[in-house]
């Protein structure tokens, strides 16, 4: 465990809301794979507590019941990030703020793959499988599998003409 909160330090540069919400969650999963139950609950109510606080503070929400790989970054310690407690992450993942990971009413949640970015705003729903090497753009709504080695984008911008122009053209008499 130590050795995973070294690089997470190194990775965050061991300052900021990442680095903070990652090292409560390391806690809370190390708490829950010990075998002794007394010492298990004892540790557990110490986390929930820090996790109470940091995730208020932060609005990085990482239940400890997730499945993390090696690597994890979260780029942007500022805005929201929530992930759902069942959902798997490879390894060498980057999470961009205010990102949603987790289940659209229905049963099954995400699973992503290795290497993987995820961009801005982006929100990953269902039971979906998000391949190897994948990169999901900012404002991205995936609901869909994703191939290995993908790239998914939101859907283009539209420009319309502003408002102020219609009722230039409306006002004017016709000719």
């Not at 982006?122 to 869909?144: C, E, H, K, Q, Y």
Request: net charge positive; hydrophobic share 45%.
């Amino acid at each position: 465990m130590f050795d995973t909160l070294r690089a997470d330090y190194r990775r965050h540069r061991g300052e900021g809301a990442a680095f903070v919400a990652l090292t409560t969650y390391r806690f809370g999963h190390w708490a829950l794979s010990l075998g002794n139950p007394a010492l298990r609950w004892a540790l557990l109510k110490v986390y929930g507590l820090t996790h109470m606080f940091v995730a208020n503070i932060t609005k990085i929400w990482l239940p400890p019941e997730m499945i993390i790989g090696e690597d994890f970054h979260i780029i942007h310690g500022s805005g929201f990030l929530a992930l759902h407690p069942d959902v798997v992450i490879g390894d060498r993942c980057g999470i961009m703020h205010n990102v949603t990971i987790g289940t659209n009413m229905v049963g099954g949640v995400p699973r992503i793959g290795d290497d993987v970015f995820i961009g801005v705003n982006a929100t990953i729903l269902g039971p979906i499988t998000i391949g190897d090497r994948s990169r999901i753009g900012a404002n991205a709504v995936v609901v869909t599998d994703v191939p290995p080695d993908s790239i998914v984008q939101a859907p283009p911008p539209r420009i319309y003409p502003s408002l102020s122009m219609k009722a230039m053209k409306a006002s004017r008499p016709s000719p």
